[in-house]
């Protein structure tokens, strides 16, 4: 049965390339069907890779090959959880490494725009720590990162 939600993210042409980096790249991720338009649509032909159904570390995502009408923005990212530095690492140099760019405090873009936050754990638990100095000197050091830095949020929270 399939969900009864999920997430839609529209690309020019490229929604199998990127469901397939996105398997290959995060855990708990597939790619499902690919099908085909039935017909000729505004930015492609009868035949053509029209959407791909994916999954990303669980949640049920639809690629649609729309064309360049639509871009994608940060106000859409998905937040992924990592446990210390070397997967937030890996993850992050992943995705810039394969074309996509540093954006700040644990952003990025993957080459397709779409956004994702790469974010440790420690960093959530810093800035929502009960003594509010200690999450603000954490929140300011997070404001200085591009990748986020375990080290050194562990740093700030102990002041």
Known sequence: MPAKN??????ER????????Y???FPDTRVGA?????GDFPDGKQGDELTVEFTVM???????????????????????STEDQ??????????VDNGGEESACGWCKDKWGVSWQITPR???EAIAHPDPK??????DAMMTMKKIDIATIEAALKG
Request: glycine share 6%; proline share 5%; hydrophobic share 50%.
């Open 6 to 11: 999920t997430i839609c993210l529209w690309y």
């Open 14 to 21: 490229n929604a199998l390339e990127a469901a397939t980096f």
């Open 23 to 25: 398997a290959k790249t």
């Open 34 to 38: 690919v099908h085909r338009a039935p």
């Open 58 to 80: 669980g949640v049920p995502c639809l690629g649609l090959n729309g064309g360049p009408a639509f871009k994608q923005t940060e106000a859409f990212s998905f937040q992924v």
């Open 86 to 95: 070397a997967e937030t690492d890996r993850l992050w140099h992943a995705i």
């Open 122 to 124: 420690v960093l959530m």
């Open 134 to 139: 200690a999450a603000k000197r954490a929140f």
